[in-house]
């Protein structure tokens, strides 16, 4: 089976998952900053919801989203 995209990215992860992974401006509310351990836990939550529509490996999904650090999770 192929490697997903999701996995070679896991896997440059830090052991320390509290590190700041991205940092971005946001205009409403000042700067924003994720950990890799919110962004895998985001992920996480994206893909439970995926599951529960019926979405199986394999299915494609379109995402129309603006440019945000919430962008990099779908």
Do not use: C, N
Not at 4 to 22: M, N, Q, R, T
Not at 46 to 72: H, I, T, W
């Amino acid at each position: 089976m192929p490697t997903s995209l999701y996995s070679l990215i896991e896997k440059s992860f830090p052991a320390d998952l509290g590190v700041h992974a991205i940092e971005v401006p946001d205009r409403a509310r000042g700067r924003t900053s994720w950990t890799f351990g919110q962004l895998a836990s985001s992920v996480a939550r994206a893909a439970s919801l995926f599951a529960e529509l019926g979405l199986e490996r394999g299915d494609r999904v379109a995402v129309q989203a603006e440019k945000s650090p919430e962008a990099l999770i779908a």
